[in-house]
């Protein structure tokens, strides 16, 4: 029953962007009839397009997509650098999302959600040591008189894992490790409830890699924070996640515990996206089993101006039928336990019996 | 599998003149890529792996030069080898494709022009039946609608698709070997896994060898034959894949694979590589590269680094103390 | 410190060229602080018993009309022409830039506003505009550097534009949203110091265009008034007396002012080299 009181720290409910992008006609092209109209429709780009989902206190969410699906538009929303076209964004039950970008800078909320970009090098500054990257937050969002902002900055440096020698370094002169221990140290500087993490570790070595998660979970444990973590790689996403949600073309596809929505993904996208992750099951050579793949071919829908009803997934999907493009899948409950929250935007999701048979008419066999 | 290799790097050695110094970017690299081989060079950044690559295509940076070394492409040494001569072995048959294929594309001029041009350029083809090898080009590496796709500009297409539009310049002129470094970077997972079933099947079908640089020890797994382990410049370890996998002999290919996300392993599972490459521009540098992260270092890793060959054809591990 | 210095001594050794151009305007810097202390003659004091005078031990660049020593006018000139080419680059740095950045970085009306200006400015012949400038306002000194100003602004727009427009959405400015800081305070401490370094090099090729122009307009008569020596003045006077064969009242200034426009020209990529951050590894 406590479940019911709790409230989520961060309540998003149907969160819609759209761009509006230019449909002139070439200069040869014949003009359209209503060009004299000044309310004249315009296109629009759905970059996101109904999304609802809350992130709970000591949550980590995790947000999969492939590039161009709308989930750094979602992050964009998220962390009150872009306005909603329309929806709710509730932190701790108060209402930000009608704030405006501009300007939220100067709202008590903007030290509650903070980011950790996705490459520290293009998000230090340049001119700036690591001490100024760390220390700016601090000074204009929670000003300390300026012995104790060095102590603090140092603290933060020492939590982060960067040796204090570091810190009059310019960005130039660090590695990508030490580049992004310095931004995850100037996110978490305000201490932040939220921490969108954009990527953190794209653009790392592997042996870096791990030692920058384990700083993060260490970090999460640590100061209690609510992460969003985002990324295109499963393998990462799932070390660190409580739930995932997956984003397709500015919708969410499937949602659900990390473990679940892995181990049984219910979208057909979803489980092309796992098929496609190397899986070391496969070593060549090694006389192993071929595991059947599930391989997507074909471009995504325009995200321009969508048909309301047409599945976006359609066209590519390998179970796409009539029905995908009369009514639009919304997101429904699947599993044998449908109150552990998975749920799935198909009208055929991949059922119990087609994991077990391997529906073999949807699976390439790629030996 | 034939005798002599396509390509067999002996003993190769790169210099880079820095501001720093003379930076030893290669020491005493040897490995050979077999007919019909799918070949691995695994490593992080600061590796050498591209480095190993541009050398042998021959279009190192004007501040490298190869001090020691042979690299032997089908019997003609490719370091020696006049660039008049290099011109025309790349593209015919020794070809590369990079890990941004929109910049590698040259942005003003329709793809199927751009594929007709290296058609016509190696001399097989007359002009009038360009284009349509062109066009036959697009639909091999599965470009739907190739007709219409040949006339469109590579900031139209997506970019798996340019990576689609680089595989069909690189294998326009049945190459032998096929150097694709890092091709799949930057890419997202599903068009990833699209290239590489391409390249792989493409390959397996010209019976071309192909020599694949990345980072990504997944990919190199499913994909590749032999896998070659890099770290600092050297070749620490290289093996048949199963082999690696199954019994990695060097600790810096345990650590790698253990570092590696699975999708069975936890955080806590996953080992971190502690310390940095050891600078290279320093007049000492030890031996071996890697004893200054070793567990597993002893007294005897401070003499000349050991080449100790495996039991398996082509296995082979650089370490004193091996697993 | 000792870092930044020893990154410039790199590059001047590095680069023989780059030492060849600091080390020109080193000269002519010191010519122009110290040209009137050290000049053998009074630039200004006619002498009737030495008029057109060759290149002598007396007189190194000879002697023009009125018998005035050459080299002294050539080496005191310095400082004026120096002077609105260094005034006149600050002000156009100023406002070009600063206008530039706020286009390129707001975008919107700001950026059409500031665009269409310069497309104005650019649209007229550029030396019949300093001219006309100079003419409607009056042959001061004031309004020469005005006028220098006002043609070399649309070049710093058209850069500082370009540079602060592909720096608009980076991370870091990003980053600097979150930190709370609002957009006068990203332009300002975030995106300028980035921007600087270019400008920097822009400054030292406008510094070139801007003698060039000064020069040219006391040339034509609109500028600086005679006696008053500057180089264009000393180029216009010596053009009448190119034919009947007294080349050096002529050649010398302007070889002069040759040297400082190819110092200039030459000290720009030097200074790129210098400050930029990335080249410091």
């Given at each position: 029953?406590?479940?019911?009181?709790?409230?989520?720290?961060?309540?998003?409910q149907s969160l819609?962007?759209?761009?509006?992008?230019g449909?002139k006609?070439?200069?040869?092209?014949?003009?359209?009839?209503?060009?004299?109209?000044a309310d004249r429709p315009?296109?629009k780009?759905?970059?996101?397009?109904?999304v609802?989902?809350?992130?709970?206190?000591?949550e980590?969410?995790?947000?999969v997509?492939?590039?161009?699906?709308g989930?750094?538009?979602?992050v964009?929303?998220l962390?009150?650098?872009?306005?909603?076209?329309?929806?709710?964004?509730?932190?701790?039950?108060?209402?930000i999302?009608?704030l405006p970008?501009?300007?939220?800078?100067?709202?008590?909320?903007r030290?509650r959600?903070?980011?950790?970009?996705?490459?520290a090098?293009?998000s230090l500054?340049?001119?700036?040591t690591?001490?100024?990257?760390i220390?700016d937050?601090i000074?204009?969002?929670?000003?300390?008189p300026?012995?104790?902002?060095?102590?603090?900055?140092e603290?933060l440096?020492t939590?982060?894992?960067?040796?204090?020698?570091?810190?009059?370094?310019?960005?130039?002169?660090?590695?990508?490790?030490?580049k992004?221990?310095?931004g995850i140290?100037?996110?978490?500087?305000?201490?932040?409830d939220?921490?969108?993490?954009?990527?953190?570790?794209?653009?790392?070595?592997?042996s870096?890699?791990v030692?920058i998660?384990?700083?993060?979970?260490?970090?999460?444990?640590?100061l209690?924070?609510?992460?969003?973590f985002?990324?295109?790689?499963?393998?990462?996403?799932?070390l660190?996640?409580d739930r995932?949600?997956?984003?397709?073309?500015?919708?969410?596809?499937e949602t659900?515990?990390?473990?679940?929505?892995?181990r049984?993904?219910?979208?057909?996208?979803?489980?092309?996206?796992?098929s496609?992750?190397?899986?070391f099951?496969?070593?060549?050579?090694?006389?192993?089993?071929?595991?059947?793949?599930l391989?997507i071919?074909?471009?995504?829908r325009?995200?321009?101006?969508?048909?309301?009803?047409?599945?976006?997934?359609?066209?590519?999907?390998?179970?796409g039928?009539?029905?995908c493009?009369e009514?639009?899948?919304?997101l429904?409950?699947?599993?044998?336990e449908?109150?552990?929250?998975?749920?799935?935007?198909?009208?055929f999701?991949?059922?119990?019996t087609?994991?077990?048979?391997?529906?073999?008419s949807?699976?390439?066999?790629v030996a | 599998m034939?005798?002599v290799p396509?390509?067999?790097?002996?003993?190769?050695s790169?210099e880079?003149?820095?501001?720093?110094?003379i930076?030893?970017?290669?020491?005493?690299?040897t490995?050979?890529?077999?007919k019909?081989e799918m070949?691995a060079?695994?490593?992080?950044?600061?590796?050498g792996?591209?480095?190993?690559?541009?050398?042998?295509?021959?279009i190192l940076d004007?501040?490298?030069?190869?001090?020691?070394?042979t690299?032997?492409f089908?019997?003609?040494?490719?370091l020696?080898?006049?660039?008049a001569?290099?011109?025309?072995?790349r593209?015919?048959e020794?070809?590369?494709?990079?890990q941004?294929?929109?910049?590698?594309?040259n942005?003003?001029?329709r793809?199927?022009?751009q594929i007709?041009d290296?058609?016509l350029q190696h001399?097989n083809v007359t002009?009038r039946e360009?284009?349509?090898?062109a066009?036959e080009?697009?639909?091999?590496v599965?470009i739907?609608?190739?007709?219409?796709?040949?006339?469109?500009?590579?900031?139209?297409?997506?970019?798996?698709?340019?990576?689609?539009?680089m595989i069909a310049?690189?294998?326009?002129c049945?190459?032998k070997l096929l150097i694709?470094?890092e091709?799949?970077t930057?890419?997202d997972?599903?068009?990833?896994a699209a290239?590489?079933?391409?390249?792989?099947e493409?390959?397996?079908?010209q019976g071309?060898?192909?020599?694949l640089?990345?980072?990504d020890l997944?990919m190199?797994?499913?994909?590749?034959?032999?896998?070659v382990?890099?770290h600092?410049?050297?070749?620490?370890?290289?093996?048949?894949?199963a082999?690696?996998?199954a019994?990695p002999r060097h600790?810096?290919?345990?650590?790698?694979?253990a570092a590696?996300?699975k999708p069975t392993a936890?955080?806590?599972?996953?080992a971190?590589?502690?310390?940095?490459?050891p600078?290279?521009?320093?007049?000492?540098i030890?031996p071996?590269?890697y004893?200054?992260?070793?567990?597993?270092?002893?007294s005897?890793?401070?003499?000349?680094?050991?080449?100790?060959?495996g039991?398996?054809?082509?296995?082979?591990?650089a370490?004193w103390n091996?697993? | 410190?000792?870092?930044?210095?020893k990154?410039?001594?790199y590059?001047?050794?590095?680069?023989?060229?780059?030492l060849?151009?600091?080390?020109?305007?080193?000269?002519?810097?010191?010519?122009?602080l110290?040209g009137?202390y050290?000049?053998?003659?009074?630039?200004?004091a006619t002498?009737g018993?030495?008029?057109?005078?060759p290149?002598?031990g007396a007189?190194?660049?000879?002697?023009d009309a009125?018998?005035r020593?050459?080299?002294?006018?050539v080496?005191?000139?310095?400082?004026?022409?120096?002077g609105?080419a260094f005034?006149?680059?600050?002000l156009?740095?100023?406002i070009?830039?600063?206008a530039?950045i706020?286009?390129g970085?707001?975008?919107?009306?700001?950026?059409r506003?500031?665009?269409?200006?310069?497309?104005t400015?650019?649209?007229?012949p550029l030396?019949?505009l300093?001219?006309?400038?100079?003419a409607a306002?009056?042959n001061?000194?004031g309004n020469?550097v005005?006028?220098?100003?006002i043609?070399?602004?649309p070049l710093?727009?058209?850069?500082?534009?370009?540079?602060?427009?592909?720096r608009r959405?980076?991370?870091f400015v990003e980053?600097?949203?979150?930190?709370?800081n609002?957009?006068?305070?990203?332009l300002?401490?975030?995106?300028?110091?980035n921007i600087?370094p270019?400008?920097m090099v822009?400054c030292?090729l406008?510094?070139?265009?801007?003698?060039?122009?000064?020069a040219g307009l006391s040339?034509?008569?609109?500028?600086?008034a005679p006696?008053?020596?500057?180089?264009?003045?000393l180029?216009?006077?010596?053009?009448?007396y190119?034919?009947?064969?007294e080349?050096?009242?002529?050649?010398?200034p302007g070889?002069a002012?040759?040297?400082a426009?190819f110092?200039?020209?030459?000290?720009?990529d030097?200074?790129?080299?210098?400050?930029?951050?990335?080249?410091?590894?």
């Open positions: 029953m406590s479940e019911f009181f709790k409230k989520p720290l961060l309540d998003a819609h962007k759209q761009f509006t992008v449909k006609p070439g200069l040869f092209a014949k003009a359209p009839k209503d060009w004299f109209r315009v296109a780009l759905h970059a996101v397009d109904d609802t989902f809350t992130i709970g206190k000591g980590v969410l995790g947000l997509g492939e590039s161009g699906c989930k750094s538009t979602l964009r929303l962390t009150r650098l872009l306005d909603l076209t329309d929806g709710s964004i509730r932190l701790d039950g108060e209402e999302g009608h970008a501009k300007g939220f800078g100067k709202s008590p909320y030290p959600i903070q980011m950790v970009f996705q490459d090098g293009d500054n340049p001119r700036f690591a001490f100024a990257a220390a937050p000074q204009r969002l929670k000003p300390l300026r012995a104790d902002l060095k102590l603090r900055v603290a440096a939590m982060c894992g960067l040796p204090l020698e570091l810190l009059g370094r310019f960005p130039h002169q660090l590695s990508g490790g030490q992004a221990r310095v140290a100037r996110a978490i500087a305000v201490e932040p939220l921490l969108i993490l954009d990527e953190p570790t794209a653009a790392l070595d592997v870096v890699q030692v998660l384990q700083l993060l979970e260490d970090l999460k444990k640590r209690g924070m609510s992460y969003l985002v990324s295109h790689d499963l393998n990462v996403v799932r660190l996640c995932v949600m997956v984003m397709y073309l500015g919708r969410i596809v659900g515990p990390a473990e679940e929505v892995f049984n993904p219910a979208h057909p996208y979803t489980k092309a996206l796992l496609a992750i190397p899986h099951d496969q070593v060549k050579g090694s006389g192993a089993p071929p595991v059947p793949r391989r071919s074909g471009e995504p325009s995200p321009i101006d969508p048909s309301p009803k047409v599945c976006r997934f359609y066209g590519r999907c390998p179970k039928q009539d029905a493009t009514s639009m899948p919304l429904h409950g699947v599993g044998l449908h109150s552990a929250g998975h749920s799935v935007a198909c009208h999701p991949v059922s119990d087609d994991r077990k048979t391997a529906a073999v949807l699976i390439e066999d | 034939s005798a396509v390509l067999a790097v002996d003993n190769l790169v880079f003149r820095t501001r720093g110094g930076v030893k970017a290669l020491e005493q690299v490995f050979s890529v077999n019909g070949v060079i695994v490593g992080e950044s600061g590796s792996k591209s480095v190993t690559a541009f050398t042998v295509m021959g004007a501040a490298g030069r190869v001090s020691q070394g690299a032997s089908g019997g003609l040494d490719v020696q080898a006049s660039e001569v290099m011109r025309d072995i593209g015919r020794m070809s590369m494709i990079f941004n294929p929109r910049v590698a594309l942005p003003i001029r793809v199927g022009d007709a290296v058609l001399g002009r360009a284009p349509k090898r066009i080009m697009l639909t091999r599965r739907p609608d190739p007709e219409r796709r040949a006339k469109a500009y590579p900031f139209e297409l997506s970019g798996g698709m340019c990576q689609r539009i310049i690189a294998l326009s049945a190459p694709a470094d091709p799949t930057g890419l997972v599903t068009t990833q290239i590489m079933d391409l390249i792989a493409l390959g397996a079908e071309m060898s192909t020599l640089i990345t980072h997944g190199a797994a499913e994909y590749c034959d032999q896998i382990v890099m600092a410049g050297h070749i620490v370890e290289m093996a048949p894949t082999e690696l996998f019994h600790p810096y290919t345990a650590k790698l694979i590696t996300p936890r955080l806590m599972d996953l971190a590589i502690p310390g940095n490459l600078d290279l521009r320093a007049a000492e030890p071996c590269r004893s200054a992260r070793c567990e597993r270092r002893q005897r890793c401070d003499q000349a680094l050991p080449y100790v060959l039991e398996q054809k082509g296995s082979m591990v370490c091996p697993l | 410190m000792t870092e930044t210095l990154h410039i001594r590059v001047l050794t590095e680069n023989p060229v780059t060849f151009a600091f080390s020109l305007f080193g000269f002519i810097l010191f010519c122009a110290f009137p050290l000049a053998p003659y009074d630039p200004l002498n018993a030495a008029t057109l005078k290149p002598s007189h190194w660049f000879g002697t009125l018998g020593d050459i080299f002294s006018r080496l005191v000139a310095t400082r004026l022409d120096l609105i005034f006149s680059v600050v156009t740095f100023a070009g830039a600063l530039g706020a286009a970085f707001f975008g919107g009306w700001v950026d506003v500031v665009g269409r200006l310069a497309d400015i650019m649209a007229f030396f019949v300093a001219m006309g400038i100079v306002l009056g001061t000194v020469i005005l006028a220098t100003a043609i070399n602004t710093y727009a058209r850069v500082a534009r370009a540079e602060a427009n592909i959405n980076a991370g980053a600097a949203r979150l930190s709370g609002g957009e006068g305070r990203i300002l401490l975030q995106i300028l110091p600087l270019i400008l822009q030292s406008t510094m070139g265009y801007a003698i060039l122009n000064a040339f034509i008569g609109l500028g600086i006696p008053t020596p500057e180089w264009g003045i180029v216009a006077e010596g053009a009448a190119m034919i009947s064969g080349w050096w009242v002529a050649l010398f070889l002012l040759m040297t426009v110092c200039f020209n030459l000290l720009g030097g200074l790129r080299d210098i400050v930029d951050p990335r080249r410091r590894t």
